[in-house]
């Protein structure tokens, strides 16, 4: 069964100044991808990072609204829990992210279960360093809907 959560989030905090360091393992991941997004552990937070060239991270600074979601897919090659992102601009043009949390890792589970319990998260935009950041606030829905993908990952 398929618990999905489409919500639009209207506050989207937009940081320009970042003093966030990325540890070297995360520099690494990130080296070997041209463009998509990881979920990392920083300060004891779920945080999605976004990489992607330089203009189009300039095209999701600009965007207006953002919907996101979670699926437990459970075939038996590669049981997960997709996060995905989609964020839109004025034109309702789209921008798309999405994560795979492998549930047969526990540093995954781990990751997605401190997510359930975070009051927001952090998305920071990467090119060859962090260009800008959101802050995306979860709501009480929210966390109800992880809770219930969670739970469905224990079945």
């Known amino acids: 069964m398929l618990s999905s959560l489409l919500r639009s989030l209207k506050k989207l905090a937009v940081y320009n100044r970042i003093s966030v360091e990325l540890p070297d393992e995360i520099m690494m991941a990130l080296s070997f991808i041209e463009s998509g997004c990881l979920a990392v552990s920083l300060n004891n937070k779920t945080v999605f990072v976004f990489k992607g060239l330089s203009n ?10 953002l919907q996101f979601g ?3 897919i459970k075939r038996p090659e590669f049981p997960s829990v997709r996060i995905y ?3 839109r601009d004025k034109s ?4 798309l992210f999405d994560y795979f949390f492998n549930m ?3 540093e995954e589970m781990k990751l997605l279960k401190k997510f359930e319990e975070q009051d927001y998260f952090d998305i920071l935009f990467f090119d060859s360093r962090i ?3 959101r802050r995306i606030q979860l ?3 929210d966390k109800e809907k992880i809770k219930e993908t969670l ?3 224990e079945i």
Do not use: G, Q
Not at 56 to 65: A, F, G, I, P
């Open 92 to 95: 309702n043009k789209p921008y």
């Open 70 to 72: 979670l699926d437990c």
């Open 131 to 133: 260009v800008y950041s």
């Open 104 to 106: 047969e890792s526990d």
């Open 139 to 141: 709501t009480k829905k």
């Open 151 to 153: 739970d469905e990952t």
């Open 85 to 87: 992102f989609d964020f």
């Open 56 to 65: 189009e991270l300039e095209s999701l600074k600009k965007t207006k609204s």
